[in-house]
């Protein structure tokens, strides 16, 4: 590996990052009823592009008002008030030398019917996660099984959200497809039981990745950056292996490498974790099968994990170090003795203590 990888730039697309180190996209819970996050949260992003990180990514955006919403007071970029509100941190990003990238997903079978205006839960399948939702305490609902019109709703959801961050001025656009939300529910076989042409083969199981990826490309300019997120585990159930094996995972790699995506963002519980009962790990499994730029994130959290991270991937995600410490990337970079933040530590990003 070159000697000082991680500051050197990187080009996707027709975009130049200063550096290899990005803010991984993290849901804050700020909103209130406008849709539009807390002052002090759209100000820690653009504090964070001051503070040297290359590529900054928002908070997940729920892309509709009918049943894409999981949790209370998440964002939406849907409204002119909400695009307006985005629109001076976009440049405020962009002005502090970052690059800024709108995330959004839908909530699939994890969504909380009672923060929706349509009160609905739908998925793939009418299948729940076997643990509770442990904000309400309560088994998650059983999801509706999506139709034909659900289908072309959530994706009309979707594109709407794009024109709203393009217009915006974001750079690029996160199609968040893990953790355990829709489009995760329909690529694994643990949450997608369907037995029409959206289920079953794991062609199948992309068709819904497919059509949102390409409706989304399709409003997404050509020098604007597109990227797919994706994980083998989910907030819920988090032990099971969403894809049974390492062939099932490469085989999504090899169809989502074929789709008009910029990146792949993979995410782990720990970057240098082995896969699949393999000696690899998940950065390897992706490297193997796709030249796309590759994002890595999972417990990086200081020089020596980042460098070891960046063996395999061209960009390293932080979330809890660069949530908490305002200072990481300079620290990083210093080679500071650094620690590993506990989940818990992190559960400050849902109160209203405004993050330095
Ligand atoms: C407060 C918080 C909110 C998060 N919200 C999101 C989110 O909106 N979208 C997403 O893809 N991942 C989300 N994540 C997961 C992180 O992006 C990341 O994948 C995970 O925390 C592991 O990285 P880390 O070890 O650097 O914390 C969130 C994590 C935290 C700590």
Known sequence: MQPDKLFSPFTINQLTLKNRIGVAPMTRMSSKADSVPREDVLEFLIRRARKGAAIVYTEAIVTDYESAQGYPGQARLLTQRQIDAWRPVVSAIQKEGAVAVMQMFHCGRMAWPEVNPAGRVIAPSPITPEQENPLTGQPYPVPDEMSRFDIAHVIEGFV???????????????????????????????????????????ENRF?????????????????????????????????????ETKDEYQHIIKLLDRE?????????????????????????????????????????YDRASADEALENADIVLSAKSILLNPDWVEDVKAGKELRLYASAEANVAYTDEPLL
Request: hydrophobic residues 40%.
């Open 160 to 202: 709407e959200t794009t024109l709203g961050a393009v217009e915006a001025g974001f750079d690029g656009i996160e199609i968040h497809g893990a953790h355990g939300y829709l489009i995760c529910n329909f690529l694994s076989a643990y949450s997608n039981q369907r037995t029409d042409g959206y289920g079953g083969s794991v």
């Open 260 to 300: 008009p995506i910029d990146a792949i963002s993979v995410s782990t519980h720990g970057y240098s974790d082995k896969a699949f009962g393999t000696r690899q790990n998940m950065a390897q499994l992706t490297r193997a099968v796709t030249k796309l730029p590759l994002m890595i994130c999972g417990k990086i």
């Open 207 to 243: 068709r819904f990745a497919h059509e949102v990826i390409q409706a989304v490309r399709k409003v997404v300019p050509e020098d604007r950056l597109l990227t797919f997120r994706i994980s083998n585990w989910g907030v819920a159930d988090p032990h099971v292996s969403l894809f």
